[in-house]
């Protein structure tokens, strides 16, 4: 059930590099008044690094093709991926938008510290120490469990948001009537609503109901954070009609 080992590695990996390019970036940039003249660091120019981000970002979805063409053929109906479908292409969007967004992630974070040391009357440097901690990949489980998360729930929301593509577009061609069936992980680890979910059975344009929220897909980003990161539930198709 889900993306393979290998290509949610694959988006690991693109994440925890492009974070850590991200943050070194940042990290010189908002450390200069510290380092060069012994000021407080500068929280603003973490948006200086922003270019380098958008390239890493780049990567990120690119590593996400493989989780995609599984997902399309897990529907298990005719036809080649098709990269280019608008399902796809919409949910792919989404996923650009929630990453792009880091930069201000990283920008609040360093404020945080930086408030918060000046509001305990620390020195400059200590203060800055804070800061070069946020800023370090390994300074804190905070990122690298961020590229978990994001190779996870990424993975696993467009393994799904293909599958039903495919459904869908199958559906359009030739007319038949197609379901779709809800499928919990039941391994332990599973979230209670996700397993009251599990074989919940709808039409492909019919939302599923999850923990109170419509989610037409396992993942879909229309769901609260809570609902849907780390998510690890799939999806089956089968047609009705025939």
């Known amino acids: 059930m889900g993306a393979s080992r290998g290509a949610e590695d694959g988006v690991r990996d693109a994440a925890a590099s492009g974070l850590r390019r991200f943050l070194d970036r940042a990290r010189d940039l908002v450390m200069q008044p510290f380092s060069r003249f012994g000021a407080t660091p500068d929280a603003n120019a973490v ?6 981000w958008q390239v890493e970002v780049d990567r990120i979805m690119n590593a996400l093709t493989p989780a995609l063409q599984e997902g399309w053929v897990a529907a298990g109906l005719p ?3 098709r990269a280019s479908d608008p399902y796809i292409q919409a949910n792919l969007a989404l ?10 992630e990283v920008h609040a974070l360093v404020v945080r510290e930086i408030l918060a040391g000046a509001n305990a009357g620390e020195n400059k440097s200590v203060i800055a120490s804070r800061v070069d901690n946020v800023l370090d990949y390994t300074g804190s489980e905070n990122w690298p469990n961020r590229s978990d998360v994001i190779a996870q729930t990424e993975c696993n929301r467009h393994y799904n ?14 007319g038949g009537v197609y379901m779709k069936e809800w499928q919990t992980l039941t391994d332990g680890r599973e979230r209670e609503a996700h397993l ?9 344009h019919q939302p599923y109901l999850v923990d109170g929220q419509l989610l037409l897909f396992p993942g879909d980003p229309a769901g609260a954070p809570e609902n849907v990161i780390n998510c690890r539930c799939g999806q089956t198709i089968k047609r009705v009609d025939a």
Do not use: C, K, M
């Open 47 to 52: 948006y200086a690094a922003v270019p380098v």
């Open 95 to 104: 996923t650009h938008n929630l990453l792009v967004r880091v930069p201000d």
């Open 196 to 204: 009251l979910a599990d074989h919940q059975v709808r039409t492909l």
């Open 161 to 174: 948001s293909s599958l039903l593509a495919h459904a869908l577009l199958v559906e359009r061609q030739d």
């Open 79 to 81: 036809g080649a991926y």
